[in-house]
T-cell receptor
Framework: KQEVTQIPAALSVPEGENLVLNCSFTDSAIYNLQWFRQDPGKGLTSLLLIQSSQREQTSGRLNASLDKSSGRSTLYIAASQPGDSATYLCAVGGNDMRFGAGTRLTVKP | GAVVSQHPSWVICKSGTSVKIECRSLDFQATTMFWYRQFPKQSLMLMATSNEGSKATYEQGVEKDKFLINHASLTLSTLTVTSAHPEDSSFYIC???????????FGNGTRLTVT
């Protein structure tokens, strides 16, 4: 059974700092990995999708990497802003995705 | 814009009643949709996979008779929480994807409160 772990569970940084969120998974036989953002009481917003054959994806200040062999992914956020404050979830799998518990990010002005 | 629509966004019901939640794919056909449940400050837990034209596949520990799933068309799946109890209060989210190997799109979720 796929298990997804996210570290740290919570992170607080000052505005402008670069940061890295980590995601690890136990079963490397995945089709893709997806990073989401969730604001309190809201649904999920897809940030980046990495196919199993890819190593990384970039969108604006976000960069996600994937290392299937080691079962790890990182989400890099450059020049963080208060508006980045949210919970970040990674999900792995194929048709049905399994989620980590998330990292709650707070960016202080 | 949103590609998956979920309705209602919130609902309050009395214990013992049933509640239906709808999930629609707006501009694509989804042969498969997924229903997740999220407790406060916890991650999403997959409840079941909804398959168009056939029975849903439930995850271990999810009661089929309590959480009825119907996927009657390629753009609509419904989740009915039957005989709801306060412990069923949660955030329910559906998702769908355009095949193949495409991002999973989520609805905005339904906050269910059972009093």
């Amino acid at each position: 059974k796929q298990e997804v772990t996210q570290i740290p569970a919570a992170l607080s940084v000052p505005e402008g700092e670069n940061l890295v969120l980590n995601c690890s998974f136990t079963d490397s036989a995945i089709y893709n990995l997806q990073w989401f953002r969730q604001d309190p009481g809201k649904g999920l917003t897809s940030l980046l999708l990495i196919q199993s054959s890819q190593r990384e994806q970039t969108s604006g200040r976000l960069n996600a990497s994937l290392d299937k062999s080691s079962g790890r992914s990182t989400l890099y956020i450059a020049a963080s802003q208060p508006g980045d404050s949210a919970t970040y979830l990674c999900a792995v799998g194929g048709n049905d995705m399994r989620f980590g518990a998330g990292t709650r990010l707070t960016v202080k002005p | 814009g949103a590609v998956v629509s979920q309705h209602p966004s919130w609902v309050i019901c009395k214990s013992g009643t049933s509640v239906k939640i709808e999930c629609r794919s707006l501009d694509f056909q989804a042969t498969t949709m997924f229903w997740y449940r999220q407790f406060p400050k916890q991650s999403l837990m997959l409840m079941a996979t909804s398959n168009e034209g056939s029975k849903a596949t439930y995850e271990q520990g999810v009661e089929k008779d309590k959480f009825l799933i119907n996927h009657a068309s390629l753009t609509l799946s419904t989740l009915t929480v039957t005989s709801a109890h306060p412990e069923d209060s949660s955030f329910y989210i559906c998702s769908a994807k355009r095949p193949p190997n495409s991002p999973l799109h989520f609805g905005n979720g339904t906050r269910l409160t059972v009093t």
